[in-house]
């Protein structure tokens, strides 16, 4: 069965400054999606970003980008300039299989502060 | 357009009782999904319907279950309540085709069982 582990269960920032944040999987799939998911104070899941696996580039959305290692099964969040809207909860989330029917996978989280 | 919809937002129940919790998608998705996030557990997948029917389901008992309507509309319902049914549930949306089609959520459903 597939897991997702974030290690990290909290992680603090100096605004401006830039946080990684770790993710790592357990699958036999070769082909599957990867997502961030932010989930603030309102507890409203928010979308980060998403990588295909059979991507090799890593994906990028303005601040936030991955380093997907996908040998190592390892899907970190990179947040550069950190900002005070930043602070939530982050979630790393596997979707088995690519198409049709699906899952998602969540990880524990990682709560991250921003500080001013 | 508008997002996920679900309501009531916050709801309190009486153990043994049962409670019916609704999700409208966004416009034009045909997928519905639940999921039950709790401190100890996190989130965890309850089920996930298309075109009025169940595709797929996590691990929960009978007592969790769900519809959806012709319309993209879902309703999931838990019968006799326990404590430990406290939870924010949460419902998201997607088109359902296609790969890697993205799920989005809406703002959920507090339960709380006393």
């Known amino acids: 069965a597939q897991t997702v582990t974030q290690s990290q269960p909290e992680m603090s920032v100096q605004e401006a400054e830039t946080v990684t944040l770790s993710c790592t999987y357990d699958?036999?799939?070769?082909?599957?999606?990867l997502f961030w998911y932010k989930q603030p104070p309102s507890r409203q899941m928010i979308l980060v970003i998403r990588q295909e696996a059979y991507k090799q580039q890593n994906a990028t959305e303005n601040r936030f980008s991955v380093n997907f290692q996908k040998a190592a099964k390892s899907f970190s969040l990179k947040i550069s300039d950190s900002q005070l809207g930043d602070a939530a909860m982050y979630f790393c989330a596997y979707r088995t299989p690519t198409s049709g029917t699906y899952k998602y996978i969540f990880g524990t989280g990682t709560r991250l502060k921003v500080l001013a | 357009k508008a997002g996920v919809t679900q309501t009531p937002r916050y709801l309190i129940k009486t153990r043994g009782q049962q409670v019916t919790l609704s999700c409208s998608p966004i416009s034009g998705h045909r997928s519905v999904s639940w999921y039950q996030q709790t401190p100890g557990q996190g989130l965890q997948f309850l089920f996930e319907?298309?075109?009025?029917?169940?595709?797929n389901k996590g691990n929960f008992p009978g007592r969790f279950s769900g519809r959806q309507f012709s319309n993209s509309r879902s309703e999931m319902n838990v019968s006799t309540l326990e404590l430990g049914d406290s939870a924010l549930y949460l419902c998201?949306?997607?088109?359902?085709?296609?790969?890697?089609?993205?799920?989005?959520f809406g703002e959920g459903s507090w339960l709380t069982v006393v």
């Open positions: 998201a949306s997607s088109s359902g085709t296609g790969n890697g089609n993205t799920i989005y």
């Open positions: 319907y298309f075109s009025e029917t169940q595709r």
């Open positions: 699958t036999s799939e070769s082909d599957y999606y």
